[in-house]
């Protein structure tokens, strides 16, 4: 499922001097590229689905494999091992983010100064949806969707960003535009209340991140429950693909 992409292996130091690794898959040689952050779930093929989609449309599609197997959905194998991965996610914490998202502000650096991407966006979807928030800080990631973002798992009023993270996130989606975040009216792990707390960290005085709703009791918009979301959730893809071309084809 994996054929027509590129793999390496990629480390960095996080904030707190501690290597992290993970296999990176490429696929395409496009300059605009779309980084596709995995959920818990997997790289399965659905999240293959979606990157076909931006590849189709003249991208290249980066996918850090984080934790699993390759090509097949495992939810509660994932959910084990990401417990066991202490060192790269905090899955409770509140006002901080958990210490992969310094690997990932280091992967896209890498992308741009070494594999000559022009503009990158990202993707967090689920516990890694948070992360597309916190990575529109970096000056290297020009657009982003954070989907279902879901963490800190047992407090939805929370974010799993702290303030300082918010107030440079804030400054940079000024300066480059709203970005996009996505949920299932239903969804039980990224509720209404999830998006009332990125309203009022982001949107009191401007509208910094577009909430997007979908009816129904689906979780991953973009995946797994893509089909479920039906037109709606098309309608939902192809904004963010309008998002991306904007904020992405002309760099």
Sequence with gaps: MLEGYEKHHFSAQTAQHKTIGHDIYTCGDQRPTIVIIQELPGIGPETLALADRFTDQGYRVVLPHLFGPLGKVSLGGNLLRVFCMRKEF??????KSSPIV???KALCRDLKDNHGAGGIGVIGMCLTGNFAMSLMADENVLAGV?????MP?????????????IT???QRLDQQGSMIALRFAGDVLCTAEKFKAIDRAF???????????????????????FI??????????QEVLSYFASQLKTV
């Design 203 to 225: 949107n009191d005085d401007a509208e910094r991140i577009r909430l997007i709703e979908l009816p129904g009791k689906g979780h991953s918009v973009l995946t797994l429950d």
């Design 228 to 237: 479920k979301g039906g037109q709606l959730a098309e309608d939902a893809l």
């Design 90 to 95: 905090h899955l409770f914490a509140k006002k």
């Design 102 to 104: 310094d690997w990932l």
């Design 168 to 170: 440079s996130v804030r």
């Design 146 to 150: 954070a989907s279902q973002p879901s």
């Design 153 to 165: 798992l047992n407090k939805q009023s929370e974010l799993h960003m702290s303030d300082t993270e």
